[in-house]
């Protein structure tokens, strides 16, 4: 397992799991809860995590940029134009090419809007960006996706933050068919299970924010989380038995006395 990584954009990394930074109740509590689950990549929302006003708390104070890679994203960004300024400013402020697109169609749902985001992708592409997309669970639209550039394929399981688990696992089956890129679930898992779940369907990783943040206990969550990953990527790649409808005794029939 030790040489089973993850690889995005070329570049290595031993947790599968990739956590966001909002929604918890101080920087002390995000930075424990990452340092627990383990994750060696954080989501930071470039238009509302402070990363450059040394005036007010910073998120690299608590995070250290030299250790957990940064994945800006485009969090609460609702056209192509919007994403692609934020990602331009987060190049700028931090040299960042690694980046997570996300261009949301509607503020009830927070579904993404597929038109700006391959939109989006080509442009982001062509300047050199190595984008990991936010998208609908469809086949059609990832392997456009993947045709345009996109680095890393990122379905949701759920909407954001609902914590309803992976809804589609036909989909997420059929994603994983057809592409070599690294296939990530991002939004809408609630627990553990959700995320053994979807490294046991054979994607390459899992991001969660909701999950842990908001968690009785995100401490223990992030725990969780991390060995969900660990669990399901081991089930994935030990082969589970065939399915069958009848039973089959555990013990030889042969020999019996």
Not at 3 to 15: G, I, Q, Y
Not at 69 to 92: D, I, K, M, Q, V
Not at 162 to 177: V, Y
Not at 199 to 209: F, K, R
């Amino acid at each position: 397992m030790k040489k089973d990584k993850l690889t995005v954009a070329k570049k290595n990394f031993n947790s599968r799991l990739i956590v966001g930074t909002g929604k918890y109740k101080s920087m002390t509590e995000c930075a424990q809860a990452i340092k627990l689950s383990g994750a060696e990549i954080v989501t930071v929302a470039v238009r509302r995590v402070n990363i450059s006003d040394k005036k007010k708390p910073l998120l690299m104070d608590y995070v250290d940029p030299k250790k957990i890679t940064y994945l800006p994203n485009t969090a609460g960004c609702f056209n192509s134009e919007e994403a692609l300024r934020t990602l331009r400013l987060a190049r700028e402020i931090g040299g960042w090419k690694l980046v997570k697109l996300e261009v949301l169609g509607d503020k009830k749902n927070l579904f993404p809007d597929m038109i700006e985001t391959l939109k989006s992708t080509e442009v982001l592409t062509k300047e050199g960006f190595n984008v990991m997309v936010y998208c609908n669970d469809d086949p059609l639209i990832a392997k456009r996706l993947e045709n345009c550039g996109a680095c890393a394929i990122m379905p949701l399981a759920a909407p954001i933050g609902s914590g309803l688990g992976i809804q589609n696992t036909t989909n997420i089956k059929i994603i994983r068919s057809q592409t070599k890129l690294p296939l990530i679930i991002d939004a809408g898992l609630g627990q553990a299970s959700d995320a053994v779940i979807a490294m046991e369907l054979g994607c390459d990783g899992v991001l969660a924010n909701t999950a842990i943040a908001k968690a009785k206990k995100p401490f223990q969550m992030a725990l969780a989380f991390k060995n969900g990953v660990i669990a399901g990527r081991q089930s994935f790649l030990a082969g589970r038995i065939e399915k069958s409808i009848y039973g089959s005794a555990s013990s030889p029939t042969t020999g019996i006395i």
